[in-house]
Structure formats: C-alpha cells, structure tokens
C-alpha cells in the first residue's frame, strides 16, 4: 500500500522542475531539462517535501502552460481588429506564484528560469503560431500584456511613422497645432495627420518636423524633412502614394513629397540635423533704396560670423543666450523703389528677421547696421535646405 502525502508536500511539475536548472546547457526545452535532472535530484525534491505531480496539481504554475488556448481565446477577437506583422509577449504574475517559485528554485542554487519568462516565450510562440506573425523583442507593432492575477489583457499598439518633406506655401498656418488658440485650425501637422490618421484608423497624431519655420515664412524648395507619426493604428500597411496624392490635391498650402516607412528613432535623427538654410527676404526701406549702400552691406555681411542675442519676440519661450552663426553669402536679386529682394544662407538656427532688422541691436553686425538706416522684412521664404552638402 502507497502511504499518503505527508503533510506539507507540495506538487511540482516536470516543466517547472526542469526550470529551475534554466540556466544549465542551451538548446533544452523546460521538460527536456526536468527529464534530465530527476534521477539525480529526486532525493533532494522528497527531502524538500515536494513530489512530481501532473501540471494541473503542479504548487507553481497550476497548469497555466495548457491554458495558451484559453488566453487565445480570450484576445483574438481584439487581435483581428489590429493590422500588425510583429507581436510581443509580457505578463504579470501573482506575488504568491513567484515567491513559490524563488524558494523551490533556490534548493538548486538559483540557477533556474522565472516562470514569467517561459511564458512570454511560449505564448509568444503560440501566437506566432496562431497568427503568421513574428516576434519581434525590440520594436514589436503589437505588444499582448497578459495580467494572469485577473486573467485580464491590455494590448500596447505601437505608432506608425512616415518620414517625408513638406512645402508650406502659405504665410498664415503653424507648423504644429496650437492649443491655445483655437481659431487657427489649420496647420501643417493638421492638414497631413488628418489624412493619415484616417488611413490608419489611429487614434491622434503628431508631427515631429526637423526645426520649423515661423507661421508667416513660406517652405519652399526642396521642403523640410519630417516625420509624422500616428498613435494607435488599426491599419499599418496604407499606401503613401495615397497619402501623398491626398494631401497635395487638398489644395491647403501644403504640399509632401518623398515618403517612407519610419521608426521612432528616425525622429531624434531628424530632429538633430543643422544643415545650412537659404532664404529669400523681401526688405522694406524708409524711402528709397540706397542699391550702392546695400550692395555694399550685402558684400560685409557675406562669410561673416554674427552674434545674435536671443530675439526680443521669442525670449519669453528661450532662454537668453548670445548665439554665434555663420553668414555664409548674401546677395541681391531685386531692386524697387522702396522695397528689395535679397539672398541668404546662412548656418542653422540663424535668426533671419533679426540679421535684416538688426533687433534694437541684439544681433550684430546686422543689414540695416551695415546699411546704415532701418529695414523691415516684408516677408520671408526658406528657398533651400542644404541636406546634401550642396
Ligand atoms: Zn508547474
């Protein structure tokens, strides 16, 4: 006759045996190592009160790992809602469950796996499996949290990024949105990320721009690289040739060009860049214009360095540094009456209003310093962005 348990004993399951030896030899799978090790270690495993036990009696797991179904189950109708080609397993376990776990793993000298880890890879491989997708450890599209305290789930979809470069061919729209004022309602991010995020069925969306232009600078040229990201998105695989063709045939001033699949990572790329810019200013002049005086000033200010403090109309947002930038070239393309049309490039995050109108002296050498008389700019357009060291 079998005598009974005795008192205390607790089952354990080949799986979470062979766990607790995770760490000895690769290319096991847990079952594989629990086989293994038991003829060696059955002595130490009765001494320690436990006994092998089928996985649905098991102290630890409780027959969690026959379950995959059942979690399956449980999120597939919520998967089929979302377009993805990589997923990722987490879980949260009970804190009675681990400690369980650390105190029958420390009798083999804490060598073992957790349980919260072979789970994440095994569901994992269930659900690629299940789906045709791949795991991706990095940069999942879609991350499955499975709360196995509650037997609830919450899933973590990742945004999509498009890079491409924008043209801004009006004087009146923001870059990005403003939330405090509500009577601009257009703007750069607005006029793209409506289009997208309805292609995407995302939730929000945001525009990450490598620098930006004021709200009454024009982005001409070969445009500004940004990348424009929406949240939550149900569809993943929309064509940018739409994207593209919708915007520009919106006829709302803004025009892209050059899209592509983004990463999260491409926006600090983008955000980093300080390349050269050129811009075409048109210049107001008391009276009239003095062409041999601007020419002159034209010539000084060509491949000189400028110390521009931080402009009066931005300080309440910057703090107040003395920048210094590099004057590249300046030229003159026009002349009027009382007006003038003039070139610049000038080094990245060069201040242009304040190069021409001199900011009460905050930048120097300034236009107008060198002129010798105020000038005014009567609109500014960025003609270049000098990506390619042209
Ligand atoms: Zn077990």
Excluded at 36 to 65: A, M, P
Excluded at 169 to 183: A, E, F, G, S
Excluded at 217 to 229: A, Q, S, T
Excluded at 335 to 342: L, N, P, Q, Y
């Amino acid at each position: 006759m079998s005598s009974p348990l005795v008192t205390g004993t607790r089952g354990i399951c080949l799986r979470c045996f062979g766990r607790a030896f995770g760490k000895e030899g690769s290319g096991f799978t847990n079952l594989e190592r629990g086989s293994n090790f038991l003829s060696s270690n059955r002595d130490k495993l009765e001494q320690n009160g436990y006994v092998l036990t089928s996985d649905e009696k098991c102290s630890i797991c409780n027959g969690l790992f026959q379950n995959l179904d059942k979690y399956y189950d449980m999120i597939s109708a919520d998967l089929a809602k979302i377009e993805f080609n990589t997923i990722l397993v987490g879980s949260t376990f009970d804190q009675e469950t681990l400690s369980a776990e650390s105190a029958f793993q420390e009798i083999f000298g804490n060598l073992g796996e957790s349980i919260k880890k072979e789970f994440n890879r095994e569901f994992g491989k269930y659900l690629s499996d299940r789906t045709g997708k791949v795991a991706d450890l990095a940069e999942p599209d879609l991350t499955v949290l499975m709360d196995l305290r509650y037997d609830s789930y919450k899933l973590q979809n990742r945004s999509v990024f498009v890079y491409g470069t924008y043209r801004k061919l009006r004087r009146d729209i923001p870059q990005t949105r403003w939330i405090h004022r509500k009577d601009v309602d257009a703007s750069v991010e607005s006029i793209i990320g409506e289009v997208f995020k309805g292609m995407t069925e995302g939730r929000n969306y945001f525009l990450h721009g490598a620098g930006r232009e004021d709200v009454d600078v024009r982005m001409l040229g070969n445009g500004r690289e940004f990348i424009i990201e929406c949240t939550e998105p149900r569809r993943r695989s929309v064509s940018l040739e739409f994207l593209k063709q919708t915007v520009n045939a919106g006829n709302h001033g803004v025009e892209i060009d050059g899209l592509r699949f983004a990463n999260k990572s491409d926006v600090i790329g983008i955000k980093g860049s300080t390349h050269d810019k050129s811009y075409r200013v048109t210049v107001k002049f008391t009276g009239t214009v003095n062409a041999e005086q601007l020419q002159y000033a034209a010539e000084k200010l060509s491949g000189k360095d400028i110390y521009q403090r931080t402009p009066l109309r931005v300080s309440t947002r910057r703090s107040d540094l003395i920048r210094k930038k590099s004057i590249r070239s300046v030229s003159v393309e026009e002349i009027g009456s009382d007006t003038a049309v003039i070139r610049i490039r000038a080094e990245a995050g060069t201040y242009i209003k304040e190069l021409v109108n001199g900011d009460e002296g905050r930048t120097e050498p300034s236009l107008a310093q060198l002129y010798g008389g105020p000038l005014q700019v009567n609109s500014l357009d960025v003609v270049w962005i000098h990506r390619n060291g042209d």
